[in-house]
DNA sequence: AATCCGGGGGA
DNA sequence: TCCCCAGGATT
């Protein structure tokens, strides 16, 4: 036996009986399919309910206000699903006479219908061979047969779909793709799966290299948050400054400037009227100069600084401590010992 | 290619 | 409380 039927089998004796499971009829499988979109069945089995009790048929859904279909999805999250079941309910009814469509190449064109949506239904209803590639399947495909590639990229969601299109069972595809997402999700689950248990245990590459919580690989998104920063350099006629301790987030118990952040890059006439400037800035300022014209970020894994330094000639008063020749021996970030180097420098 | 869109569940 | 889950639309 091969690894689709193997599946198939285990599918039949151990499914879970589910509502949209004994009907091909494409206005429930389509609506259990979009309800069950990042839903977990439990979650999603009393909104099904609800809506095929509440809108038995397409007219019946497509006749709906959109209050009435988002009233009843209310909860659910993700309400785009239901203002695109709405929309397509009523396509559906003005353009082909409310007879829903089953091949794969009409479903695609339904709004909220994508890749895996339109395999599933064309499977289920339509016999057709379109592999679905859900979270259950890249998970269950990346273990089962140690691909490291990340389901997330370009390139993993190409493989795993041809992959998957290799798998599949031509005489009943709709019954192979949901033997591999039920498998997927009782089975090979995200976390503690049950290997024990698993009918593939003894061919399943990531149990046996001891890899099944390292797959699937995903890259983590780590999104590059953009700060920008301002540094009062304070300069007296008797060559002291003012440091101070950062006292959490980055660069926590290290020296740097007196700081002002702001949301965006500020000019000159911005920065003195900026409320926490006239805090930190006595009355008796000289002059103000900016350092560096040209911003250059420091970069971070996670975020990007765009720091400007603001020479501040002032006269000397009680707050100014810092002599030029002490600070440094001060621990600071890389980004303010550089700027010290330049300005003594310069 | 990156970001947004909810809510459930587990550590 | 934080992290993970992950299909489709949008930009």
């Not at 859900?134 to 273990?143: I, P, Q």
């Not at 698993?198 to 995903?218: M, R």
């Not at 006269?315 to 030029?324: G, H, M, P, R």
Request: hydrophobic share 35%; charged share 20%.
């Amino acid at each position: 036996m091969n690894f689709s039927n193997y599946l198939i089998q285990w599918y039949l004796a151990n499914k879970r009986d589910l509502p949209w499971r004994n009907t091909k009829n494409s206005y429930n499988i389509w609506l259990s399919e979009i309800i069950l979109q990042q839903t977990k069945v439990n979650q999603g089995l009393p909104y099904y309910y609800r809506f095929i009790q509440k809108f038995p048929t397409i007219f019946d859904l497509a006749k709906a206000s959109e209050d009435d279909v988002l009233k009843l999805w209310q909860g659910l999250g993700y309400y785009s699903r239901a203002r695109n079941l709405h929309f397509s309910a009523k396509f559906i009814v003005n353009e082909y006479n409310g007879e829903f469509p089953i091949t794969y190449k009409e479903l695609i064109k339904l709004k909220g219908v994508g890749d895996y949506t339109a395999s599933a239904i064309a499977s289920i209803c339509n016999n057709e061979k379109t592999a679905v590639v859900d979270g259950n399947v890249y998970r269950l495909l990346a273990r089962y047969f140690g691909i490291n590639t990340a389901i997330n990229s370009s390139k993993g969601i190409k493989e795993f779909k041809l992959l998957a299109q290799n798998l599949i069972n031509s005489k009943t595809p709709g019954t192979f793709n949901q033997a591999v997402m039920e498998f997927g999700a009782t089975v090979c689950t995200p976390k503690k799966p049950l290997c024990n248990t698993c009918i593939l245990k003894d061919s399943c590459v990531a149990l046996s290299n001891n890899e099944v919580v390292k797959l699937p690989v995903k890259v983590k998104k780590n999104k590059i948050k953009k700060r920008y920063f301002n540094y009062l350099v304070f300069k007296t006629t008797a060559n002291k400054t003012i440091l101070e301790k950062r006292i959490s987030g980055i660069w926590r118990n290290l020296y740097q400037f007196p700081l002002i952040e702001t949301n965006k890059e500020i000019d000159e006439n911005q920065l003195v009227n900026h409320p926490e400037f006239l805090i930190k800035c006595n009355s008796e300022t000289i002059t103000i100069k900016l350092f560096n014209n040209r911003i250059k970020p420091h970069k971070l894994s996670h975020q990007h600084i765009y720091a400007k330094f603001w020479i501040i000639k002032t006269n000397d008063s009680n707050k100014i401590s810092y002599s030029w020749k002490t600070i440094k021996k001060y621990p600071v970030p890389l980004l303010i010992d550089k700027f010290i180097n330049e300005y003594s420098n310069f």
